[in-house]
C-alpha cells in the first residue's frame, strides 16, 4: 500500500473520526454481542474454573450497561464496552477508566457468586444466615466499612471503599466469599487461616460440594436492560454533547451518505453497501480520471464509504440505481477533492 493510501487511511479510520461515529450511535445499534469477542473468552474462563470445582451450572451472561445480576436472577450482565476494543478505548478516554483482563475476571467470579446463591436460593440453606446474614436486609448505597476487620474477605478493589466491598450486604459478602474461594491458585485456606472470615470459606466450601450435580431450583430469567433495548447514544450515555468532537472527525461522511441515500418506507429496497462495492472499481476509475489522487487514496475513501452505508443500514430503491451511481460519483469526487486541498473529507 502507498504512502498516499495510507494517509487516506489514517484519516477516515483514524480515532478522532471512529469516536464521533460511535458517540452519534445509539447503543442497541452498535451492533455489539459476547458470541467471538474478547468477552467470550472470560466467560469461558470462568465456565472452565467451575467445571475444575464440579460445578456443573454455567450461568448465562449478556450485555447490559454495567455489572450486576438482576435480583434474584442467575444470570450476568456485563458492561457492552468490554466486547469491543474500540467501546473499551472510549469508556477508557470518557470515564478514566477500563477494566482490564484480571479485573474483569474478578467480577466475573464476584457475579457467578450471586448467580449461584439466586440459582439455588442458597441464602435458604442451613448456616447462611448464621454466616453471612440475613439476605434480605435493605441493601445500602453507602455503609462504613471497617478496613481492618478480618471478619470479611478482601476481593474487589473499589475506587472509594477500598477492598472493603464485603461489608456492604450480605449478599455481597457471598459473592465475595465465592470469588475468593473459586480463584485458582488464591490459597484461601493459608491466606486466610488466622482470620475469622475463613469460617466463611469453609461454609461454602462445604456448600458447594453438597450442590454438586445438583439441578438449579432456577437457570435463567429475563436480562435487565440489555443493549438491544438501549435506544439512547453513546454521548447521551456519557452525558456528553457529540458536536465538541466533530471538527477532529475528519473522515466523517455520515451525513453526506444521509443525503444520498435518504429513510426509505418501502420494501423494494436494496442495501447501498452492496451499490458501493459492486461500483467500487468503476467509483475510483472515474475520480482518479479527474483528480490528481491515486487509485488506492480513492479506494480508501470509497471503502470508507461502503463500511459506514452498512453500519447506518441504508438502502436505496432499485429502480434508482443509475442515479445513485451518479450521485456516488459526484460524492466521491468532493469528498476526494476535500481530501486533496484540505486533508480531511469534511469541511
Known sequence: MSPAALRALSVVNGWETVRYELLQTRLCDLGVSIEDSIVENHINRLYHELDVKKLSFEPRCYLTDGWGCPDEVPIIGMPFYLADRRLSRLEEEQTGEIEDEAFTMMLLRHEAGHAFNYAYRLWEYDGWTEMFGKFFKPYRDHYLPNPMSRQFVRHISHHKWGRTYAQKHPDEDFAETFAVWLTPRSAWRRKYRYWPAIKKLEYLDSLMKEIRGVKPLRSDGPDYQPIENMTWTLAEHYGKQAERYRAEAQGFVDDKLHEVFPLLRTRLKKPAASLIQDERLTLAERVVRWTTLK?????????????????????????????????????????????????????
Do not use: H, P, W
Open 295 to 347: 487509485t488506492d487514496e480513492v479506494a480508501a475513501i470509497v471503502d470508507k464509504l461502503a463500511d459506514r452505508a452498512e453500519s447506518l443500514d441504508l438502502y436505496y430503491r432499485s429502480k434508482d440505481r443509475q442515479n445513485k451511481i451518479l450521485d456516488l460519483v459526484a460524492l466521491v469526487t468532493s469528498l476526494c477533492m476535500d481530501f486533496n486541498y484540505t486533508g480531511r473529507l469534511t469541511g
